[in-house]
Each structure stands twice: as C-alpha cells, then as structure tokens.
C-alpha cells in the first residue's frame, strides 16, 4: 500500500500541469516515477496526500512551482556522451566555422538541456583550444531545472562522474580536490559558459544566429506539434551556411521537415526549405 493516495485524477491533473507549464508529456508509464518524485515534495511540506498537495501548489505560486517541475524534469548526463557528435564537431566543422567567421571572430553555440553542466563543459574542452585568444566565442547553457543550473554552474563533481575523461583533460580543465573525491572545473573553461534559466515553450530572449545548436535527450519528453514548433526555432537561430543541430540518440526528426539535412547519427545541418 502507497504511503499517500494517488487517483487517475491526480495524475491527469499533474500531467496537464507539466504539459501546460513546459510541453513535457507524461505518459501513463511514467506514472510511478511522478508519484516517487512527488511524494517528496509531499513530505517536505507536511501534507497527507496528492490532493492537498495539488491544493498547495496553487496557493504557494511559483516557489513551490519551480520544486514541482525540477522534480519531474529527468536530468541523466555524463561528460562527452554520444561521442561521435564531439568527433565531427573537432574535425568535421570547426574547420569551416573558423574559415567562415573570419572576419567576425565570433563563436556561438547553444546547449538546450544542460542539465548538470557535462554537456557545455564537453562542448567547450572540445573548442577551447582551436580559436586564437582574439576571438569571442561563447557556449549558451540553458536548462528549466533551476537546481541543475546551479551545480553546472559550480562546476564541481565527484570522481565518479568524471570517470571515462581522459586524463589530459582532467589535468588540463580540472582541479582536483586534496582525497581525490572532487573535481572543479577551471575559471579558464567555465569563462566560456552562460548558464541561464530558460523554459523552451517560452519566447526566447536569444537572437542569434548560432554556429551549433545541442538539444540533446530534450524532444523525447514532447508530442510532435511541440517538437515541429522547435526545430523551426532552431532552424530560425542558426547560422545560414553552417548551422548545425545535434539531437539524442533515441530522438527522430520528422522526414517531413525539409529545412534540415540529415547527416546521420542525430546530426542535422539547417538548409533553406523550397
């Protein structure tokens, strides 16, 4: 027997909030996995069941709002995961965004779904090191989950989640702690990163345009007309000549859509639809 009551209604409620609240679609599968997460917020605050709680999440407004989402937002990453997207990003189009931007000497590249902070941090060891000190080149990490925001923008992570770096980077990027147990990324790699709170369903303050765009493990969570109303924001953002988009592994792009090319591996270059 549950600890606190839990009814088709409850969930329905909660699942139409998500959806409402950031276009995450809550299936009936993931229903265990809302009432572990949630029967937490329900503790921490001394109520007796989802009802109350659903009642307590309207009177206590966006405090309790922001608990609610970070709570149900899956947020599993590890350093250069899918690392054939970091291969082709060394040597298949940092070559032709160097020659491209040239005359601008600016980098710009979007990491949507940061989660912890592995991904932008990947993304910045892997360019870090292929533009002169002259050139402006910036990494955009944007995730909903304020408390993931947080630790990718400390930067600091156990010896766990660092193990499978290779050990150049960890020397190079790294400070680690006296017993070996925490690792800190340097100022000189984070100096790269913005972290920002950004709720992708939201307009987007960004203007663009983007050399690359990671939205990675993200589109999984959305129905079709959600996912359709992003990738024509990222197409929209990214740069005309070699703008490219990476999604995950268990994500598809429609074959509709004519405003990508299909590189293959989850890898797309933005071309002009017609």
Not at 36 to 49: D, F, K, Q, V
């Amino acid at each position: 027997m549950k600890e606190f009551p839990f009814t088709d209604k409850d969930f329905q409620n909660i699942s139409d909030r998500v959806y409402n609240a950031c276009g995450i679609v809550l299936g009936p599968h993931k229903r265990e996995m809302v009432y572990s997460r949630l029967a937490r917020r329900i503790r921490a605050n001394g109520l007796r069941s989802f009802d109350e709680y659903l009642n307590f999440l309207n009177r206590q407004g966006d405090q309790e709002f922001s608990h609610f989402i970070n709570a149900i937002t899956t947020n599993l990453t590890s350093f250069f995961r899918e690392s054939h997207h970091f291969e082709f990003l060394r040597s298949g189009l940092l070559p032709s965004i160097k020659a491209d931007n040239k005359l601008s000497k600016r980098v710009r590249i979007w990491s949507a779904g940061c989660s912890t902070g592995e991904e932008p941090y990947s993304i910045a060891m892997t360019i870090a090191d292929e533009f002169p000190s002259d050139w402006d080149v910036k990494v955009l990490a944007t995730d909903l989950d304020s408390n993931v925001l947080q630790k990718a923008s400390e930067g600091t992570y156990n010896s766990t989640s660092v193990t499978g770096l290779e050990e150049s980077h960890l020397r190079k990027w790294f400070l680690k702690s006296s017993d070996g147990s925490q690792y800190r990324v340097k100022d000189k790699l984070k100096d790269l990163i913005y972290f920002k709170r950004l709720n992708l369903l939201e307009p987007w303050p960004m203007r663009g345009p983007f050399d690359l765009i990671f939205c990675r493990n993200v589109l999984i969570y959305f129905d079709k007309e959600t996912k359709d109303n992003l990738f024509k924001g990222y197409h929209d953002l990214l740069d005309e000549s070699h703008g490219h988009l990476f999604i995950g592994h268990s994500e598809i792009m429609s074959k509709e859509r004519t405003d990508f090319k299909n590189l293959g591996k989850t890898m797309y270059k933005r071309i002009d639809a017609g």
